[in-house]
C-alpha cells in the first residue's frame, strides 16, 4: 500500500495538503512508553516551516492532536494516531496545475493515475507536507530508541555542492546537530546558507545531501537478502519526496575503491568485536555489526521554483509555459534532515520489534 | 521475510552456496506466459562463473531443473519452483571462517545472528550464488515484459573508476549490452578489463556501478510515499549482495544542480508528453511519468581478496591474521549486470501486476 | 499488524472506547468514486446503539468526520481518514477493570499482553464500538461495489436458537434485510425480540448467526490455497469482536453429508455456467463460481451481564465476584449485520482490487 | 500471494499433483532446531495413501528431500525447502476434466482463472497432495514447539455425524491421537469406518469434522482486530482443500446460549489465573488467556466419487453427464487429520516468532 510502511511496528500516513486535516497512525508500538510530548514538539519544531530565511514564509503550528493510543501519557498498545489541522491553506494559487503540470512535481503523473480527481491543491497526497506526520510517528520512536541507548542524528553533508565536515557519530556530535539548520563546520553552514539565498534571489532552487547516523544498535540487527537493514531503511526513505539517491557507508564511493582499502578490517576493541573502519555503514549481508549505521541521502533541488517553465497544457495537447505561484522553500535540505532521522528511527524500530 | 520479495508477483529464494541446491519459487506469475528455455539458459549464462579471466574459474552449469509451475510450455498460474543442484563445491575452503569472519563478508554477521548454527562453507544463504534464482525468476519476467513491449538493459556505467560512455537507452544500445562485459565503449572496457587484471594481480579486487533502464513503462505505474517506484526497485536492489548505494536519475548528481536546471521541462512529442530531459529517472512522485526508468546501483569490491588482512578470533577474543581462500571473481560487476536486469524485471512486474 | 487489514485496499482501524476519538483510514481505494453521504450516514445508523430496546442506551451519534481523501465530493486516490468523536463516556463505569477481568472480555488478556498499560474504559481497543470505523470503510466499498452490481446483505440467521427463514438471495430479500432489525420473517423476529428481552431482565444476554451473501460477483475472483476467498473473508470477518465461527455455503453441516448430496452439479443456465445447488458458497478452491458467495458467522452471547460473575483479583491472586456495570446490549447480533456486510464488502473489493 | 502464509514464519507451497515435484519452503525458522528426521517422516506417515481401506489406493513415498536450510542436523537461519517428487501419476485420468469440470472441484474456476492454462492433471496446484508439504512444515513447527512445552494434537470429531468422545487435550490423549485413524473412541471410530465403507461401496463419500488442540501457549499470545488468533488460524486452516467451516471454543454452539452459561469465569489454579470452562476456545480479544487454544474445521466429503454426475461441457455450452475416473479417498478426513496439526503448529509458531 502506498503510504504504509513496516511489518511489525505499522505506519499510515494520511491527509492532503490542502484537506482538512493531515496525520498518523502507529500500530504495534508497545505498551508503555511514556510519551514526553514537549521533546517531541520540540523535533518537529525543527520540520516546520517558517523558522528562517531559506524556507517557505507559510506558518504553519504543526502541533500534533493525538486521538487515541495514549492513555495517561503512556502509549497503551492501541495504534497511536495523531493528526495535524490545514489551517493555512490557498488553494487559488493550484488551480491550473490539473491541466498544465509543474516540472519536477507530481502533478502529471497524479493526473495520470488518478485521471483527473486527484486533489491537486498543494501537491495534494504528495505534499512536502506530509513529512510532519512521519515526524510525529518518528518522534515517538526515537524517544522509544532512547530509552534501549539508541541515538539518531543526520545532519548536512551538503548543500548545493558545499560540504559540511565528517560527521563522527559521538553523542557531542548528535547532541549538535539536533538544531534548524544541522551542520557542523559553522562556516560551511554560512556559505550554504548563502548560496540558498543566492538561488532564492535568482528565483531558483539548490538540493543537497543528509547524512543520518544510528549509534548504540545491536550487531545481528535485520536479515538478509530482501529483508536487510539497506531494504529496510531504503523502503521508508524513498517514501520522502525529493530523494533520488541512497547509499550506505562510503556507498558509491565505494565502487572505485579496491578490497583491500574498502574492507573493513575486524578489531578487538574494550573486549568487543569492532572495525577499524567503518566504510559498510555498520552492515554486513543486510545485518548490523555493532558499528554505527550510517546512510546518506540525496535530496533533489525544490521543484517549485519563481521562474518560467516549460510545460504542456493536457486538454489542448501543446506546449506552454508555466509561472508558478505560491510560497516555496528555495531549499528543502534542512527542514527534511529531522525526516530523514524520522525515518531511520522508524525503521530501526520496526526492525528490533521484528 | 528475508529472503521474500514482491507483493502481486511474490519471490523466494533459497538455498546455500554449499547445500544441495539453491533455487526459488515465483508466485503470481500469471498463466499462459510461453517459456522460452533456451533464452532464458541464454540469460543465466551471462551471470555464470567461469567465462573469462575476470571472474572465478569455478566452473557452475547454473542449468535450473523446473520442479512445478510451468505445464506443456507454458506457465499454469500455479507458482513457477526451479532448482540448480550446487555440484562443485570444496567445503573445506571456509572450515576457519566460523571463528575468524573475512571482513566485508557476512561471517561475523550471521554468526551473531544465527548463533553458530549458520551454514558457512561458501557465504552460506548470503553467497553471491544465491543470484542465480534470481535471474532464474528475472529472466522470466523478461519474457513476460517483452510481451508489452517493455525492455530492459542495464551496462557497466564504472568500473574501478573508469567510465563507459552513456547510455542512451534505445532499442540498439539494450541490444548491445546483452553480452557477457557489457559496456558501449570498447576502449573504456578494455581499460575496466586490465583494471580488473591489475587488481587480480596484486590480489586484490575492484567494484563498480552498473545503470540500468527499463523502457517502454507506461505513465501512472508506482505509488506515492512508501509504494513509489523507487522504493520498490530498492527493495529487491539492496537484496543483491555487494550493493551499496542506489540512485535515480541523476541521483546524487542532483543534489548539487539547482532547480531549474534538475527539472526535467514536460514537452509534446508525437502527440504525447514526455519530458525533455529525464534527470528524475522517469519517476516523478512514485509514479512513473513514461520516460525510460533509469537507477544505478553502486557495487563495492569483491571483499574476498588473496592478500593478507586484520581479523579476530571469535572464540579467543583475540586479533588474528587471515588469508582468505578459495576461487574468487576481483570483480563481480560484469556478472551482477544481469542481476541487476533480472531484478529490475521483477520488481517492474509485480508492480504492473499491482 | 493487528488493527490493518487487506493487501490492495487496505483498512487501518484506530481508537478505543473511552480516546477522544476512533476512526479509520482506507488507503487504496480507487480515485473518483462519488461518495454518498447520506447512503453512508444510513448504513451507518443500522449499528449505531439506542435505537430499541434490545439495544444499550447510549446515544451516540456516530457521524463521522472525513479529515482526507474525498475531494468536491470524490475520492481523490490518496487515503480517507474519517474519525468519529469520542462524547458519551462513563469512565468511570470500568475503574475495577484492571484488576478484575470480566469473563468472556478481553481485559484479562490486555493486562498480560500490555503489562497494566492498557486502556481499559470500556474495552479499550477492543470495544465492539470499533466496528463503527469498519462500518465506514464498508459502507464506501459498498458504493464502490455496487457500481459494479455487486450486492451485499446479510440477515439474522438466528438469535438464541431460533431461526429467520432461508435466504434466497435475490434482490428483493437483500432490499428488505438492510433494516435494523434484518429479519425476512417477522414472526421469527417477533420471537427473537422476545427471546432478548427475557435475557434482558434475567440479568443476561444471548448470540446468534449472521448470514451474509454477496451476489453478483464474477467467476474467476480469489486464489488457491492460502489467498482464497475463505481466508480472505475469515481474517476479516474474526476481527469483529464476539465472532467464534465461520462456515461457508453449507459448512459444518457438509460435514454429515454425502458427496453425491452436497456436490453442486454444473448446469447451463441462460447461456451461462451455474450449479444447480449452491452447498459450497459460491467458492471452490479458493475462487469464486459466479455463484453467490454465502457465509455465516457465529455471534456468541454479549460478555457483559448484569448478573453477578467469578472472578479473579490479579493483584491479590484471589478469587472474587465481579457485577459489570454500564449499558451494555442483551444482544448485539442485530447491531453486528452491518459490521458483517462491512467486512465483507472490504474484503470482496480488495480481492478484486487484487 | 496464494500460496505463501505467514509473517514472521513464512511458508511456501509450490508444485502440481502431477508435476515433477511438489514442495515448500519455509523462511525465517530459528537457527538451532536439531530435526529429528525419523519423527518428521513418522508424521508425515500419518497423511500419507495407500494405508487402509478408507484412502485411495495410490502408494506415494511422500519422503522430502530436504535441499537447503539444515545443515548438520540443525536449522541454520536460512529458508529451508523440501521437496517429493511425484512419480505415481496417471495423467491419463485427467484429460477430460479442463472440458468438464467435476462438481466440489476447483476444476471450473481455475478454467476461468487461468484460461485454460492450468495444469489440470490430478487438479494440479489444487490437489489435496498439496497439503504433503504444509506437513514437512508443520512437522518442522511441531518439534521448534515441542522444545517449549506446546503440543498440538488433534482427533476426529466427527465423520458422517457419528461422533467421538469428547478431547480433554491432556498429555495422555494426544499422545493418543497421533495415529492413523485418530479417534478416542473406539467404538465410535468402528462406526465412523463402517459409514466410510458404505459410501465407498455405493461409489460415495463422507465429510466430518477434526477437533485440533494447541496446550502449552503462554497467556499473551495474538493481537486484537485482524491479527488475532483466529485470524492467523483461519487464514491457513481455509488453506486446506476441503475446508468449508472453522469454529473456535465451542464456536457456533455459542450462538444458542445465554452469556451467564457461555462465559468462561476466571478462577485461581496452582496460583495461575485460569478459567473453569474454556469455550472461548483459550482466545479472548484475539489472544490466547493460557488455556488450550481449541478449534474445529468441518471437511466437505471428498468432491470425487465414482457415480455418474451432472456437469456442463464448457466448449459446448451443454449439460453433459460426468463420471469421475481415477482412485479417491472416500473419506479424507482421518489423512486431514495431521494436515490440520501441521497448520495450527505453523500459525501458532508465526506468533509466537512475532
Known amino acids: 500500500m502506498s503510504s504504509m510502511y513496516g511489518e511489525n511496528l505499522r505506519l499510515s500516513v494520511f491527509g492532503q495538503s490542502h484537506a482538512p486535516a493531515i496525520g498518523m497512525t502507529l500500530d504495534g508500538i508497545p505498551a508503555g512508553l ?8 520540540a523535533f518537529l519544531a525543527r520540520r516546520a516551516p517558517g523558522q528562517n530565511g531559506f524556507s517557505t514564509t507559510r506558518k504553519e503550528a504543526d502541533t500534533p492532536e493525538f486521538l487515541c493510543g495514549i492513555s495517561d501519557g503512556f502509549t497503551c498498545g492501541a495504534p497511536v494516531t495523531a493528526i495535524i489541522r490545514n489551517t493555512n491553506t490557498r488553494s487559488g494559487d493550484y488551480d491550473n496545475l490539473r491541466d498544465c503540470p509543474r516540472p519536477g512535481h507530481a502533478d502529471y503523473t497524479a493526473q495520470i493515475k488518478y485521471g483527473g480527481y486527484q486533489d491537486a491543491a498543494g501537491g495534494g497526497h504528495f505534499s512536502g507536507r506530509l513529512t510532519a506526520p512521519i ?10 530508541l532512547a530509552q534501549k541507548g539508541i541515538r539518531v542524528g543526520a545532519h548536512i553533508a551538503s548543500i548545493a555542492g558545499i560540504s559540511d565536515m565528517p560527521f563522527d557519530m559521538t553523542d557531542p ?5 539536533g538544531k534548524e539548520f544541522p551542520v557542523l563546520d559553522t562556516e560551511a553552514g554560512e556559505a550554504m546558507g548563502n548560496a540558498i539565498l543566492e538561488a532564492k534571489s535568482a528565483g531558483d532552487s539548490v538540493g543537497g545531501v543528509i547524512e543520518c547516523a544510528v549509534t548504540g544498535l545491536p550487531a545481528g540487527l535485520g536479515n538478509p537478502m530482501f529483508d536487510g537493514v539497506e531494504n ?12 533520488k539517491g541512497l547509499e550506505f557507508g562510503l556507498g558509491f564511493g565505494l565502487s572505485a575503491m579496491r578490497g ?9 576493541s574494550n573486549g568487543e568485536v569492532r572495525t577499524a573502519t567503518n566504510n559498510c555503514g555498520g552492515i554486513l549481508g543486510g545485518i548490523t555489526d555493532g558499528m554505527p549505521l550510517i546512510f546518506r541521502a540525496a535530496v533533489k533541488p525544490t521543484p517549485s521554483i519563481a521562474t518560467c517553465q516549460r510545460s504542456v497544457s493536457l486538454s489542448q495537447k501543446a506546449e506552454q509555459e508555466l509561472i508558478v505561484k505560491g510560497r516555496h522553500d528555495p531549499c528543502i535540505v534542512p527542514r527534511a534532515v529531522p525526516v530523514i532521522e524520522a525515518a531511520a528511527a522508524i525503521a530501526v524500530m520496526d526492525m528490533i520489534l521484528g
Chains 1, 2, 3, 4 share one sequence.
Not at 583491500?260 to 578487538?268: A, E, K, Q, R
Request: hydrophobic residues 55%; aromatic residues 6%; charged residues 10%.
Open 34 to 41: 511514556p510519551v514526553d510530548m514537549a521533546a517531541l514538539q
Open 135 to 144: 515526524c510525529i510517528a518518528g518522534g515517538l520512536c526515537i524517544q522509544w
Open 173 to 177: 556530535q548528535i547532541d549538535a546537530v
Open 232 to 243: 529496510r531503511i531504503a523502503g521508508i526513505v524513498f517514501g520522502i519526496p525529493a530523494v
Open 260 to 268: 583491500s582499502l574498502s574492507n573493513d578490517p575486524f578489531i578487538m
